[in-house]
Every structure is written in C-alpha cells, then in structure tokens.
C-alpha cells in the first residue's frame, strides 16, 4: 500500500529492498486517512500546473495526502479564477499511479544504482560516439531551476545542444517569429491589456477551452466595455460564441489574411510613419504583402472588409495567437505576418495594444529563457555568438559550449531512429505520443540504445519504452518557479511531502553531473541555489544588452526565494516589468525591429482523391496533454471521456458515417480509430481530433501517429494542424460499453477508457466479437469467480453482462451491433445505480439521467440544464447559474451553456410541438 | 366455471328472457377450480373459492339440481331425461367439462389412486395426507405440480413422476424447466423425469409407484395428473355431432339446433380449450347467441401466465426453435431469473419467462400483434419502459 508520509521523505541513495518492485510502481489502492492528520491545516500559495496561464493556486493539504485547492485571489494572472482542470488538480495528486522508486530494466532499483548508470552511459556514450551522440529531451513542464539544470548540464557538459523541448511542438514559431521581428523572444504584452483593448482578435486560439480563465478575463472586459472580438479558426470552437466576426479561413492561409490587412492598411493610410522609423524592412514586406492573394483563404470578402475596419477604427488591438498559428509548416512566417501590422502601425507594448502570444504549458516560458532549446543558449543568449559562449562557458566553468544548434524535436527523434542518437533522457514529455508520426517515434525510441524517462508515473506510452525510470516529485510536492505567457515569474511551492523516493528533477540532474564528474558545477543543495545562479546569468545577458535580466531577483536568499510574490520580468536595477518595445527600442544589433517580408504557402501535405480530409488537431477544455494528470480526475473525465473526430453532416453522410459511428483515419504515416461527432463546427473536408488519448487510454486513437512530421524551415515545430487523410466508417462487428468497479483489460480493436466516480468506463469495439461473451468479460474484469447475469441475443450480436460479487454490482459490459444505445451518464454512477434497471440501459423515471457531464466543477448534466431550460424557462447563462449553480465557478463551460439556451430557443421557435420521440437519426447534439 | 359464467351473463343482461335449470353432478354450486391448490395447501377453505353458490342461483332465478346426473337427451323431442326426472327445454347448454386421465396401468384402480380435478378429489387428498406419509403424483405439469406442493405442504414427502425430460414441457422450455424442478427440489419435493409408469403396485391398496427402468417408489397414496380428457359421452349419445370433443361453431352452436356447448367439453376449429380465458370468452359469446346480440368466438393467442407453487412463469406463443428462428436469452442465475424470446422474420414469436414475469403482458400483445420488434430487440426484455428514444440522446451512443 502506498501512503504519503507526513514526514519529510527519506533521502540517500540506498536501495529500495522491496522484494515487490512492482507494489512502489503501482497501487490501485485508495489512500488511507492517516493516523496523525490532527495537525493544522495550512494554505500555500503556488501555481497551476497546466496551461500557460500560469495561475495562482491556493493549496490546502487536508492531511491525509489530498488537497484542496482554490484560485489565489491575489494573482495577478487570475485574481482567483481557475478553470474546471485547475479546480479539479485536487482529484490528481493521488498516488495511486506513481511511480515511487528508480526502475531500471523493469526491476526497482535505488538512486545509486539508478543514476550511476545513467551517468556511466552518457559518459561512456560521449567518450565514444561524441557529445551528439546523446540527447535530452524535456519538457515545459519543468520547473524554471530543473530546466536550467538540464540546459547546463547538456550544452555546458556533456557538451552537446541537443537538448530540445515539448516547446518546439507548440511555441518555436513564435520564438523564432519574435527572434525574427524584435531581436529577441519576448512577449511585449500583459494580460491586462486582454482588459484595456477596444478589439481583441484571437488567432488560431479556442481560449475558451485552452487558456479558459484569460478568456473569462475578456468576456468580463467585453461585458464592462464593449470590447470587439474577431476569431480567425477555419473551426467554430466554444471560443466563437458571441463573437462580433469569425473567419473560417482556409487552414494554413493566415498569412494571406494578415498580408491583405498590412496591404489594406496600408492603402487607407493606417500606418504608423513614425513608428516606422523604428524598423527595418517595410518596403519589401509590403510588396510582398501586396502581392498575396486573399482569395486562397476563402473568406468572403465583406468579412475581409469588415475586419479591416475593425483594425482601422480601434486603436487597441490586441492580436492573441496560439497553436493555429504556431503548429504549421509557415508558423513563423504567420507570427510575422501578425507582427508586420502591429509594427506599421505602432500598436506595440501600449496598453490594451499589442501582439500577445498565450502558451499551453506552464513553463514554456521559463524554458525559452533559459534557453533550454537546441537553438539557444541560456537566458536569451545566442548559441552563434562567441563572445555569447564564452561568457557562458567562463560562468558555468566548463571547458567549452556547442557552437552549432541540436537537433530540433522532429530531427532529434529522427537521430534517435537511425542511430545517431545512442543514448536520450526524456524529463516530463511523451514523445511516444505527442511527436508527430509517432508510431514511428515510439519505434525509434523503441530501438534506441538507452533511453531514461523521469516522470511520475510509469503508465505512460513513452515510460513503458525507458531502460531506466526515474521517479520524479510531481506538481504539489515540488518547489520552484514557472514563467507565464506574460512573462510573470510565480513560485510553484511544496505542500505535499515527497512519496516513496522521489525527488525533484534537478536533484536528479545535478547527481548525474556530479558522477559525470563534474562535481562543483553541480553542487546545488537547493532550488533556490539555482535560482540565485540563474539570475545571476540573467545579469551577463542584461550586461550584453539582453532584455531577459532577472538579476535584481540574485541576491534573494532562502527566505526571500520562499516569500517571492509573482513578479514580472525584466528585474534589473534599471528595470522591472512592464511591456516592451512602444518606445522602438528592440534587440536587434541596430536596434531597430524588422518587418519580415513573408508569403503565402499553402501546408506541406496536399489533399488529393487518396487522402481528401484536412486533419486539424487539438486541445478539449477538460484534459490535459496526454492526461497523465487530468485522467484521474472522475469530473474531467465525464465532460468528454473518447476520442472523437469532429466530421461535416455532408461529409458524413458521403461516407456513410451514423451518428456515434467509429471513425477509421488513414494517413500516409498511420492509423487512428476515433468516434464520429458530426457537427457543422468544421467545415467540409475538414475534421477535427483532439490530442490527448494515448496507447494509456486509446491505443487506437494516438492522432499523432496519423500527422505528418512535417515542419516550419524556420522554427521546427511540426505541422499539427494540417495534415492530410482519408476517413471512413470502422467496419465493425461490435460495439462495447462497459462500467467497472475495478480496473479494466479492455479487448477490441479500439477502446477508450476513463476514470469513473467509483471505477472505470469503457467504450470498445472490434472486427470480431470474441466466441463467447462471459468468457471474454470475465477476462476484461478479472472476475473469474463472480456471479453473472447474460441477456444475449446472438443472432443480433448484441449482450448484455452485469457481475456481482457477493450481491454487490461490480461490472456491468454492453455488447451491440452498432452504438450501444444506453444511458452512459447514469449508468456511471454504479453502484448507485439500482440493480434492477442496469442491464436495460435505461434510468428509471424517478432517478433521470442527468446526460453529459458541462459544467466540471458543479458535475452538472446537459439534460439536468435543458430540463432546468425548458421546465423553468430560463434564458440566460446567469439564470441557468442560479438555478442550478453550473457556470458559477470556473467559467470555462459558459460558452457551452449559451449553445443550450440557443438550442432550447431555436427549437421552440422551429418546433412548437415538442415531438415525443425525438428521432435518433437526426444529430439533435450535432452543434454541441 | 363456465356454466356459472355464462349463466352470470344471461341473468344480468337478459334477467326474464329464460327459465333456468341447472344440473351439476357434484353436489354443489360453481367454483372456481384454478383455486383447488389453496385448498389442497390449505391456505383456503372451499367457501372462499365458491364462485356462485346455490344463494346466488336462487337470487337469480335459477332451479338447481345439484348433485344429480343427466341420463340422456333426447334432442328430437327436447328433453333431458335426469336422475330425479325430465325437464324440457328450447335451448340446452352443455357444459360437461373435462375428466381427469387416468393412466390405465396395472393397479390403476386401487384404493389409494387418486386424480386431482374437484373438491371431491381434494378433499380424499386432504383425508390421505398425513405428516410422514408418502405420496406419488404422476405428471408434471401445472396441475401434478400444484398437488405436490399442497401435499408437500400438508406435511407429506412426495415425489414427482415426470414422462417427459423437463417439467411443464408444454408451458417452458427445458432451461426453464430445470429451474422450476430445482425449485421443486428446494420445497423438498422429490422430481424424476423420464418416468413411465410401469404398474401401481400393492396387495389392497396402492403402495408403491414401479417405473419402467424398475426402479420401485414407496407411496401411501398415488396422484394422477396425466391430463384431461374432455367429457362428451352424454353428448355423442344424444347424437350430438362429435370429434375429440363436442363440435361447436364461432356462436358456440351444435350441429343439433338449440344446443349448445362450451367449455372444456367442446371442439373449436380442431381445438380444445383446457385454460381459463378462452372459457370465459366463449361464455359472453354463448351469452350474447342467446340474447341475439351479435358475436363469435375467436380464439386467442394462448399465453400462460402462473404462478406455480411460488414460482412466477410466464409462457406464450411458439417457443420451440429452428431455422429462421433468433433467440434472445436472460439468464441471471441467482436471481433465478430465466428469460427466452424466439423471434421470426423480426416478430416476436414466443415467450418463455421464468422468475420475474413483468412484462409479460407487454410481450404477450407483442405477440399478438404480429408487429416487427427488430428496432426493439436489445431492450425487449426490459419491458415497455424501456422502449423509444426518449432520453436517448447522442451521449447515450457514446462518450
């Protein structure tokens, strides 16, 4: 059984003696309330562990290894929100799926044996294939001090810049897009200028589902202000709800859209002459500009029109972009094309007026400043500059510093793959799944020589391929600092104790440099040591000119690094915060910015007869990443628990796709399996999938195996949005649906699973059912002896199984044809739910099914809200929120509230006669 | 049973239109037989299933002669020539019923063998049965199976004797039929399939039951519940037109004008009628024959809804399989619940339910509709609440 400690964790490098190594890996046991759990309860302020919004959390450990957890009204990010996947971080620190000790070839092991060996293999490795010949692989889910660990310890001493991040796959468009406009990567804007904008224009951004409380932060602003928003998606996401325009461009063409705005702005004499001054480039980027054809994006031209003259007639606009924009083969030359207008025209680091690029991870940030990419230095100095590399060298006390770039994400997992690459450490990633193409990916770290994974868990697609596993403290017991996309710098801080022998990464990192033999460079003894030397860096790159100078944050001792409120950077003696570059200062050599002449390019992959679907991928608003964290939570699970493809009502119809039909996805790389959702949200031609299930929770559904690893020449990041495939209907022979009590070995071609309030949900489905129903359910269960119940008709191929044990339900499994028509959302809540009426699928009139979970925090149903809709006659997002609470806490389903409403409306405008029977053939959900 | 029904229903719609007699040869008025088992058991007494009494006959009217035999009829001259003296009629119902079938084995009339159809056979029963001692029913079906519990019930250790390989063969199937001779089993009655009857063997009395396979059973006394047969004797001889029993129209009309017949005595389209429904129906429609008022039998999809000796079952249709015929089973064995539909051409067919027989009645109509139920296959043994698409939205397909 694994229990938190209360105490403080018991460190040294002794072996774990356990004779059950698998018994510190995994637990399915809950926690146990501990004997000691009088002691006082204490809040701590820290920061979320997702998204790069970076907001402040207040934590309460409740004593017995849980944690309460509410939004911080103080920071500054926030002022308190949090979203239903920050509401819910409570419901993840269990440890049931930790992973506890250091497992080196499957068998549990200690730190010595453990990290000496992945000291001795580097070492080894380098001595005989060259510093190249290694690589880590790490994550913007490290802490600011892990990543500068890492950074030193591969380019300062293993002597290599193939250190690359999970950032290349989401922001190195805009590092090279800001790089390539500012001389620098620098965020210019601060989140309150979401409130003092008159037009907020979100590119390629659904911020209502991936930064939800900057998103609240605007819908507050617009409800004080009136403030604009045009959302340029080719897909209509929660984030288009009460939009003043949206343009569902073309995929890939936001270039040509911001080249006509320039080229327009130009011509009505909107530009800023003065500001001009300020920047290089302008003739050749407005040619070039002139020279782009709008009609590639296939916008109408009054909406075209119309959002000229919302950038013409307001002054403050800020431009937000995301993924849409970074995750193409031309993210950077968009980054500039929306840098280009903010430039002509000044709009740059003035309130309420600028380009403001949001991050998905917590740390994104802090990784590009400590440059921990195969492309930079350290704390935004340059890999090219000698005299960069020197100063860093002399610092850090090593013999030298690459001169060239590492491998970038895409081309490290190449070299890994042909064997360049002999020895790779991945930190908090899961490259397995996330990398494009990454069934081949996960081959290639398959067959890679040695390869160490630090994480918390075991269960992960990329864990599972490790030689060595070193168990790391997660978010909640780790102590550090984030930066957030507006370059705040907040305190992660531990409130929970270290279980079983994990430690932090740069604890890890550090060891492996001291057996590497480099021990001086890595003697930390704390977090806060390394902070101090951090920032002390940061004042060699201020020195040189560098914006990023957090050297006044040098000298702050353990008390202060403890007590740091968030800050934001710079943090100099002449400077602190603020925005950049309105005054025309940037960090080229002449100081000027550069406007970057760019063109249209349509995306690498071309749709043709063979594979004719333009695959867009993406975040849901209730799971993270590959929901290592967020899949424990029973709340985030039920809002959307399978993967899904989002597929035109035409298009499915062409291919004969039935609502809740499986989808098969073919692309040149892969293969996905996905459930249809047709849905008018995307356009023909193309579909949607989400990003997060994995071979943990679908192995038939990793969508990155189906992406191509196609990437930007500037940036590397890979083309995620935009690859090319063929769909068609999963020939399947059954469909399964199934409750657990316990946990489930789910059988078929493609399943899906998810965490339950009391147990686990499955969806399945096969190419052949097994012979025998009972036979292969007791399997999935693990319930050899437990009584059943079979309604089978197999003439239909339909079953239904329900087990008792002791007269307790514990399993129940349904077998259909097609879809298995049942009532998921009440049927979850077994054992709740009464014996009788469970094999009929069915709630009872008394108990009704309360449908799809909308609002997380408040586990509200989207039949319990129509009923509220439709019986009480509400007709607003606030009335439904007084009725029925949902939408009161995190915000973040408000969007999806308002689609109700509209449909409840348009249906009783439409049908004025509620029918009886509403007919299943028609998608009464498709638009949800 | 149906003499008193259909008697009810000419006195109440038609109180002055005929002057009634009514023969019967038991001694007594009408009751309702269905309920002889609570008797036997006895959880009743007779008075408590009495449906119409010589009270109720006198009320309405009606001359009783109980207890005494009809002779014969003389259909030329209308007559009824009786134990105690003739009565001329313009309409004559017969309502002869049905005898028991007695298995003509070696032994079969000695003392000690006993059928099970009136209050007369019940209460010798009742008279036998002592704590301790032994009793023999032969035949397993509803009505062997309801003397054995009232036996079993009066203290005696019986043991079924079953021709056939599973119980009620023709109401359940053999799953269900296994369950209902557990059930037995679990009362501690004592169940062989498979019997057949040899002889029954003793000196003065019947003593012990010997089987075919040679296998001899002890009893003090022996049940016969083989079947019935129906009664018609007084009617062939009268020249009353006659094949497994008296041939009636859809008006319930013999072939001999202004007789009539219903009951377990009469012949309907090659059909003999042994249940309570069918019984009833013809009554209102012999009734409504005698008061002119428009009407004629149809016989009705038969479905057997019981309880026996505590199990609830429920049968109806056809339900034996083959090709072109799907099944849908339930099986919850704990619960001893066992559901069977046979479907056809996506109709339901036939029904076999044993345990929890709600829904029966749906599945019955089902049934005699005729109607297809292919979009109703998966939740058909749930029952009609269970059916439609109400509540069933997109998230009821999938996640």
């Excluded at chain 1, 409740?62 to 957890?69: A, F, M, Q, R, Y």
């Excluded at chain 1, 991040?165 to 805009?174: D, E, G, V, W």
């Excluded at chain 1, 702005?265 to 003739?283: K, P, V």
């Excluded at chain 2, 034996?320 to 479907?343: H, W």
Aim: hydrophobic fraction near 40%; aromatic fraction near 6%; glycine fraction near 10%.
């Amino acid at each position: 059984m694994v229990q938190r400690k209360n105490g403080a964790k018991e460190e040294g490098d002794d072996a774990d003696k356990s004779d059950d190594p698998e018994c510190r890996v995994m637990d399915g046991a809950p926690l146990p309330a501990l004997a000691d759990d009088a002691e006082p309860r204490v809040t701590v302020k820290s920061t979320c562990a997702y998204c790069g919004v970076g907001c402040g959390v207040l934590l309460t450990p409740d004593g017995k290894g849980g944690l309460e957890v509410r939004g911080d009204p103080d920071h500054p990010a926030n002022r308190g929100r949090l979203c239903s996947k920050g509401s819910a971080l409570g419901e993840t620190v269990g440890l049931a799926h930790r992973l506890l000790a250091p497992v080196v070839n499957g068998r549990a092991t200690g730190w010595d044996d453990a990290l000496q060996l992945v000291a001795d293999r580097f070492r080894e490795t380098i001595a005989e294939h060259g510093p190249d010949a290694v690589a880590l692989y790490v994550s913007g889910q490290l802490l600011t001090e892990d990543y500068y660990v890492a950074n030193k310890l591969a380019k300062g001493f293993m002597g290599t810049a193939n250190i690359d991040t999970n950032s290349r796959l989401c922001m190195a468009s805009t590092v090279a897009g800001q790089r390539r406009a500012f001389g620098t990567d620098t965020v210019p804007q601060t989140y309150e200028d979401l409130e003092e904008a008159d037009l907020i224009v979100l590119v390629g951004s659904n911020m209502a589902w991936c930064h939800p409380v900057l998103y609240q932060r605007v819908l507050a602003a617009r409800a004080a202000r009136r403030t604009k928003i045009v959302v340029v998606d080719p897909r209509r996401t929660a984030s288009c709800d009460g939009a003043d325009l949206r343009l569902a461009l073309e995929p890939g063409s936001d270039v040509a859209l911001f080249n006509r705005l320039l080229a327009d702005l130009y011509e009505g004499g909107a530009l800023d002459a003065t500001f001009l001054r300020h920047t290089e480039g302008f003739d050749e980027t407005l040619a070039q500009a002139m020279n782009d054809d709008i009609s590639v994006t296939g916008l109408a031209e009054e909406d075209v029109q119309a959002f000229v003259r919302l950038w013409r007639d307001n002054e403050k606009v800020v431009t937000v972009f995301s993924q849409g924009v970074n995750q193409s083969s031309a993210g950077s030359d968009k980054v500039n094309a929306i840098l280009n207008c903010h430039l002509a025209t000044g709009r740059i680091g003035k309130p309420g007026c600028g380009p403001l690029s949001v991050t998905g991870q917590p740390n994104a940030m802090g990784g590009r400043e400590v440059g921990g990419l195969a492309n930079m230095l350290a704390c935004h100095l340059d890999l090219e500059n000698a005299d960069h590399r020197a100063a860093v060298r002399d610092f850090w006390g090593c013999d030298r510093v690459p001169e060239a770039p590492g491998l970038k994400a895409v081309d490290m997992f190449r070299a890994v793959g042909d064997g360049r690459i002999k020895a790779l450490w991945v930190i908090h990633t899961n490259p397995a799944v996330s990398m494009p193409d990454a069934d081949a990916v996960r081959e290639a770290i398959r067959g890679c020589d040695f390869v160490v994974v630090s994480d918390v868990t075991a269960a992960t697609d990329t864990a599972r391929l490790a030689d060595v596993l070193l168990p790391a403290t997660a978010w909640g017991e780790k102590s550090g600092t984030v930066t957030n996309s507006d370059r705040t710098i907040s305190r992660q801080r531990a409130v929970l104790p270290a279980p079983g022998l994990t430690r932090p990464d740069w604890a890890q990192l550090a060891e492996v440099g001291r057996r590497m033999g480099f021990k001086n460079a890595f003697d930390y003894a704390s977090e806060a040591e390394i902070f101090r030397e951090y920032a002390a860096l940061s004042g060699i790159a201020g020195r040189f000119g560098k914006d990023f100078d957090i050297s006044g944050l040098a000298g702050l001792d353990r008390a202060g690094y403890d007590a740091l409120p968030p800050v934001r950077w710079p943090v100099s003696a002449t400077r602190t915060g603020g925005r950049f570059f309105a005054d025309g200062q940037f960090y080229h050599a002449d100081g000027k910015a550069r406007l970057v002449p760019v063109a249209w390019r349509p995306p690498v992959a071309k749709v043709g007869p063979r594979y004719p679907f333009r695959l867009n991928t993406g975040r849901i608003r209730d799971q993270w990443h590959t929901m290592t964290r967020t899949a424990l939570s029973p709340r985030l699970a039920a809002h959307l628990a399978e993967p899904f493809l989002e597929i035109h009502p035409e298009d499915a119809a062409d291919l004969g796709i039935g609502l809740a039909d499986l989808c098969v996805l073919d692309s040149p790389q892969g293969r996905a399996i996905l459930r249809a959702r047709i849905t008018d949200d995307v356009l023909r031609g193309q579909v949607f999938a989400p990003m997060h299930w994995t071979g943990e929770t679908a192995p038939a559904a990793r969508i990155d195996a189906v992406v191509a690893p196609v990437v930007d020449p500037v940036s590397g990041q890979p083309e995620s949005k935009a690859s090319v495939v063929k769909v068609s209907r999963m020939q399947a022979a059954w469909y399964g649906f199934a409750v657990s009590a316990r946990n489930v070995t789910p059988t078929g071609d493609y399943w899906a699973r998810a965490v339950t309030k009391a147990g686990h949900r499955v969806e399945m489905a096969g190419y052949a059912a097994p012979p025998n129903w009972e036979t292969a359910a007791r399997e999935m269960f693990g319930l050899a002896q437990a009584e059943v119940s079979i309604l089978e008709d197999r003439a239909a191929g339909s079953a239904r199984l329900a087990f008792r044990e002791a007269g307790r339900l514990v399993a129940v499994l349904f077998v259909s044809p097609g879809p298995v028509a049942v009532m998921r959302d009440y049927l979850v809540q077994m054992p709740e739910v009464p014996d009788l009426t469970l094999l009929s699928g069915r709630a009872p009139a008394d108990r009704p099914d309360p449908g799809v979970v909308v609002c997380a925090c408040f586990d509200v149903g989207m039949n319990t809200i129509l009923r509220a809709i439709e019986s009480d006659g509400l007709v607003s997002v606030d009335e439904i929120g007084k009725a029925l609470q949902a939408g009161t806490n995190c915000g973040s389903c408000r969007p999806e509230l308002a689609a109700l409403l509209t449909r409840v409306q348009t249906q009783t405008e439409q049908t004025p006669v509620r029918p009886t029977s509403p007919n299943l053939t028609q998608p009464k959900e498709a638009a949800e | 049973m149906a003499a008193g029904r259909v008697l009810e229903h000419l006195t109440e719609e038609a109180p002055d239109r005929f002057e009634i007699t009514l023969f019967n040869a038991e001694p007594r008025g009408t009751y309702n037989r269905i309920m002889l088992s609570p008797v036997l058991s006895g959880e009743k007494t007779y008075e408590q299933i009495v449906t119409h009494d010589a009270d109720w006959y006198a009320r309405r009217g009606v001359t009783c002669r109980f207890g005494e035999r009809v002779l014969s009829i003389d259909t030329q001259a209308r007559v009824v020539e009786a134990e105690h003296g003739q009565v001329s009629y313009d309409r004559l119902i017969l309502a002869t019923g049905s005898a028991p079938f007695i298995v003509p084995v070696p032994g079969h009339r000695l003392p000690g063998v006993l059928a099970y159809r009136d209050l007369d056979d019940t209460d010798r029963m009742i008279s036998a049965a002592r704590p301790g001692a032994r009793a023999v029913v032969i035949g397993g079906g509803l009505l062997g199976l309801e003397a054995a519990a009232g036996l079993r019930a009066r203290g005696m250790a019986v043991t079924v004797l079953h021709l056939m390989d599973h119980l009620m063969e023709r109401q359940l199937d053999p799953e269900a039929g296994a369950l209902l001779k557990e059930d037995q089993e679990r009362k501690g009655i004592d169940v062989i399939l498979d019997a057949a009857t040899e002889e029954i063997a003793g000196k003065t009395r019947a003593e012990a039951v010997v089987l075919k396979d040679g296998r001899e059973i002890p009893c003090d006394i022996v049940v016969m519940a083989v079947g019935i047969r129906p009664s018609f004797q007084l009617a062939q001889t009268a020249g009353i037109a006659c094949g497994r029993a008296i041939t009636v129209d859809a008006q319930m009309r013999t072939q001999v004008p202004g007789v009539y017949a219903l009951g377990e005595c009469v012949e309907f389209n090659g059909a003999l009628f042994g249940l309570v429904a069918p019984l009833y129906d013809q009554a209102r429609v012999l009734a409504h024959e005698l008061t002119g008022v428009a009407d004629a039998f149809v016989p009705r999809e038969l479905a057997t809804k019981l309880k026996v000796t505590g199990c609830d079952l429920f049968s109806a249709g056809d339900f034996t399989g083959g090709d072109g015929r799907e099944e849908i089973v339930f099986r919850d064995p704990s619960a001893r619940i066992y559901k069977r539909l046979v479907l056809e051409r996506g109709r339901l067919i036939g029904a076999i339910i044993y345990g929890d027989v709600t829904g029966a009645n749906w599945l019955h109509q089902l049934i005699q509709e005729g109607r297809d139920v292919s979009t109703m296959r998966e939740t058909l043994i749930f029952g009609p609440d269970a059916q439609g698409t109400d509540g069933l939205s997109r998230s009821s397909l999938a996640a």
